[in-house]
């Protein structure tokens, strides 16, 4: 119910046939096969007859070319060989709008880092409010993330994919001294790789794949359960834009239904990436079942990181930033988030362990209290004789404390560009 | 492609949005709802949208029963209540054809070990030749285990599964105080237990259910792997009965298509547990993710393990046993796989480590010059004068050698008998 | 590192070591074997060379206890028969001390439902304000899940773990006459049931093990993973009990970090319980790395969800409330979290549809202007002419809309007292 | 029990503790840190009160360096700056004897390739003799899978590793104006790549190590499965050298101890993957759980991996194979496995479906009656009418149905000679 984007297109049933048909025809150069034509329900119930889906579209393609073509048609391949091959075009054409909605959801990324230098916010570890931040630097990690998956992701499409053409046993015998032009030949009609050799029992491109999809599912769902948390009633400091999903019957709500939607897609890749790469040790020539264990995952993997990409693009398209929550919300702790550099302020003059001893009595103090802690801060004596209260408050400005956030935002945004600048 | 079995039909999707529908008719008493009626497509589509299909449905069932009746449909619950129970309802009318399978598999298997008590065949350790069994006592372990994760299952349809009735925070709040009366005929009108507290974020049931399957498909497993081993060409001890999956383009082969299909349907459990098992931290009184990521993996789960239990049916049904073929292989090491036996037999007149010398010795020769192990024992001055060539003959047929291997059989059959009378 | 309680020592190397000399003391009636003798490190390497660690213990212990009780060491088993039975004796070990920290979180998790019936907070759904609860039900349902996860494992314990022996090829061979009388005394002098067969090649033992381990990791982690999002400093409602992790260069913050590491070994299960079901198709009488694979994920899944149960008993016992804080919080939407129940109100007179967009109105402009939700619908015609300020007052107060909250908190806290009454 | 090779000491707890010294060192250009003259006991201890061992461990170093030095201690980083960066030193030191291992294994691939290009056997699909193929070819698939796993190891460990420093929200806030100054140095000092921005919530460089290594368990699996299915007693065609590891009591038994080994560690892979999959989306600014999720299935992952390919290489380096047994069981089915030559021998005079049909007729006779292929095929008439005894002998002879087998055992080798030629 949740796959989403035009990923779902790519993987679904037809698409599979459609796969299939295109590496029959690029093996017999028939030019004529479109799954359109052809009935994937009665395919799909003879499948479970012979246990592959293969056998019954050979013979309804011979039937379907008639002849002199039809005696060319599965002329020296094996049903691995058509499963594999389609399964690398179906991996291929589902990348497309798959790094289509990852680019969408990093150009959103980097507009919200670009445009929110800016904007300081509490920093927040284990969930607590730590330093000051800020949203731009936020978005420039997000960003940073997705952006690498994408690169692997694109590595993989390019080098990673390859035809499979190996007959029966993998040595093309049934094709005699042709055996390797027609493989050439063949990976070339389909527009895929030729690989070195046959690799119907050599799975690692299955699991390069898994592996970069299985990353690219991560980088989805760290930005989405940072959605989450910040959308939070409590919190406030983000909300998705106005739609369809919103509580009919609690109408005060705001539900970050895009992002729990890709965090949900993306939560189901580690389960089949392990799947994928359970099934790599096929027996002999052809696996007895780790081969079959794959075609479901297969598929479901590139239908879940695409559905979650394309629900990430969705939620950061149209992501609303509330700055002024932020700059609030990082004023709840009355300045105690900058602890850590009073702390530091003291240190030269008062010695490390001392420095250390007063800001945290301050601290404890403050928050026993409920009084500010700059208040606080200035009564004690240490502490007064050392600095003014005009430099505690200056001090305690968190503006003041954002370290190299610029830097990595900028990094960030530089890295996007070259990336993004590069051949697809 | 490879689902099998009558449990394709309890989680398709037409399954799910029948259960949906069968809740919220039991929420409002209406008895006419037939998912038939329904355009699943379009509720799929809108769900896309809001991130959940129970809002499209809950719209469309509205629409279909009219006032007055309509005011009464969804009233009190909230869309996980729906979701959940229908899930429940799908696993319950999923487990009955998987234990149906299941049981078919177990009958097969009883009858493989209460007719081959007597069909001695090599046990094999790391794939090697140990010692002599029975393919009985094979076929009893089979049973065993497939027993064993049947009553595990049978007691988690029992007591397992429950109705969900919470409304939107667990309260029941907006039925007044007609809560928890409605929610007793709720559960009634389901046939599902009530529940002690509702557990919409209390995920222990579905974890009970992901991993009594989980322990199912590898019970389901064993067998079926065993059988592809003994099925090899070099081995030949069974066979699959004829059907459709032999290749076509190599005669010669008879491929254990049934148990390979089960292997793969089987081996794709682990992840979807590890999925199911992964989800169950909700927040607070609903997921933002957890719950949605459930799905899926629920209702393949249940698909994967029931095709892999019809496919074992399947497998064991029409297995034919070459009891010629098991005995002309156990003889294959020529008596070396009784090493142990001559062994203990020694020991006693001889000591321990001495025997164990002079018989690894024989052994090693026997190895090297391909001679009889019986010819090169009987030469050995050590044995010679310890067991006549009649003792050691004796001792070198396994037929000597089975130890409680009846007894087990004979167990296992008497359990599978216990669990079979029981009630379902 | 995050290894903690007793069940640590339950499963460490040392104890593993002992369970397999008190299997092989079992098996030779020999009482005098303790690990402290042994020199683990040196069956360790020793144990990289045979693949197994059980071969060198028996050489360590054949010369440790001398003739002639020497002769008798290891007499009828095999090596798995050794390490499968230790195994289940360092399973049902490390059961005591992990169900004694999951009965002392439980007990904690009882009493915080039963002191904060009263403690009414924001029920959050994707983490929005929903509706009202109290933190007594969320303790409930915190319970129900610990307690049914508890149930399960004793369950597994009671009925799950077994001795095992069956010699070579699971026969009993070696024993002649006596292998089932040796076997019923063998478990005898383990304390664990005696099986109906060998279960060397039938792993529903460890699946079920497993499951149960899996389901209570889940049922953990569910209570830590509220515990740090009300412990957030944007939400405060709780606060874990001082102690020493508290960060020293922040001193403000407050990590919950018994809490996160409940978390984080709760997390590693799903993927230790994949590897244990995915290794549960032996091969024939002795599987060819599935058993030897179980072996540390065995220890570590134990280990994990052991420590994860001290983490959280630890967390829940010291676990400090901020009822007024809930209350202040649950304040926030300024009325806005009833919006149900003035809908409800509404609609008898109003019309449903009507009312409900009525109340959405009024939300959405509360919302907007920042204005009290009762002020704004006090302003709207269709509302004022129905219910009174008083009436809407009364509508918006929480208390009066925790539906049956107190009945399922009296309900977990019953079936609590159940359980702990059961027999161990 | 069955860790192995150099990897273990480089993932151990004290190889751990001296990468976390090293990044302290690092941090603090003192040069003096030694792991060993810490107590490694104690940190831990102290590391399960704070919930992470760099506390502890910054503790001790400042006491061991003492003044001035001491000052500069863990100046500007945060604990989980340690804990990162010392990951990427354990994982850059353990993938060193990895990769030797490894290149060990794809060596003795190697040679088993280039001198078992005439080693004629059955190949087998699902575990059923099809078409034949050379040892030498099999040798080359497992050679292409070890080297494009090693190839993809050992770019992540190129470009995929990176030293982490932020400070505790990532932005160098306590560094002031030198953050990025000190990151590079920190960096430089390391001898890891400076990351454009600091990683500790951006888990794609954890994900992409552990891809690489799941991939690269499934690429050593695969020849270990193979060599325990060709070392199977029944089928004899390759066996482990002698060692320490067969069985005592069954003299009889090659156990193939490596190969075992190796499927028992690389099966341990795809869970550990999960795990970190499943841990990678990190709340805000630090996780609350995922991060000190990864620490152990991180080590565990290394060591599994490291162990495989360790055991692998063993394997390997000793395989002996018995090229006549590899004939012998090839004639097995008295030249059935050339059926689909004969098919397509006859084929263009006789058309494909009568081809198909006589083929499969005369095979299935044959099979029925035990006598041989070629007999029955010279007696049937369609055949008998086109080919002679002597062309169909020669067809039936399985040296000149090889196919492309030897060219791909030509393009394995180069591949590997190229990638060991490269720079490491």
């Known amino acids: 119910v949740l796959a989403r984007g035009a990923v779902r297109g790519a993987v679904s049933d037809l698409a599979w046939l459609q796969a299939m048909l295109d590496v029959e025809a690029a093996l017999a150069r028939a030019q004529a096969c479109r ?30 070319v008639g002849d002199p073509a039809g005696r060319y048609v599965h002329l020296g391949a094996t049903s691995q060989d058509v499963m594999d091959s389609a399964a690398m075009l179906v991996a291929s054409r589902a990348l497309g709008p798959l790094l289509a909605d990852v680019a969408g959801a990093t150009d959103a990324a980097a507009s919200l880092a670009a445009g929110h230098r800016g904007s300081r916010m509490a920093g927040r570890t284990l969930l607590q409010h730590a330093l000051p931040v800020t949203f731009g630097l936020v978005a420039a990690v997000w960003l940073n993330g997705l952006d690498r998956a994408s690169a692997r992701l694109r590595e993989v499409r390019r080098s990673g994919l390859a035809a499979q053409l190996g007959g029966a046993a993998g040595t093309l015998a049934s094709l005699g001294q042709d055996g390797i032009a027609v493989a050439g030949v063949f990976a070339d009609e389909l527009g895929l790789p030729e690989p070195a050799l046959p690799w119907h029992v050599e799975r690692t491109r299955i699991a390069e794949l898994a592996g970069a999809l299985g990353s690219a599912a991560g980088a989805i769902a760290k930005p989405a359960r940072d959605v989450v948390l910040l959308a939070q009633t409590d919190v406030g400091e983000v909300r998705e834009g106005t739609r369809g999903g919103d509580s009919s019957t609690l109408p005060q709500k705001r539900n970050p239904i895009a992002a729990v939607c890709a965090i949900a897609c993306a939560d189901r890749a580690p389960g089949l990436v392990a799947t994928l790469l359970s099934a790599m040790s096929h027996e002999h020539q052809r696996a007895a079942g780790s081969w079959h264990a794959e075609w479901r995952p297969f598929a479901d993997l590139l239908s879940a990181v695409g559905s979650a990409a394309a629900w990430l693009r969705d939620c950061l398209t149209h992501l609303e930033i509330d700055a002024e929550r932020m700059r609030s919300n990082l004023a709840l702790t009355g300045g105690l988030v900058l602890a850590e550099r009073v702390t530091a302020a003291l240190a030269p003059t008062l010695g490390r362990l001392a420095a250390h001893d007063a800001v945290e009595a301050a601290a404890r103090e403050a928050i026993a209290s409920g009084r500010g802690f700059a208040d606080v801060l200035s009564e004690q004596a240490d502490v007064a004789s050392r600095l003014s209260r005009e430099e505690i408050d200056r001090l305690l400005d968190p503006a003041g404390y954002l370290g190299s956030a610029d830097v990595f935002v900028e990094r960030a945004l530089e890295a996007h560009r070259a990336l993004a600048g590069e051949a697809p």
Chains 1, 2, 3, 4 share one sequence.
């Open 35 to 64: 799954a359109d034509a052809f009935d994937a329900g009665a395919i799909g119930r003879a499948a479970a007859g012979s246990g592959n889906p293969v056998v019954p579209i050979v013979r309804a393609l011979t039937v379907a």
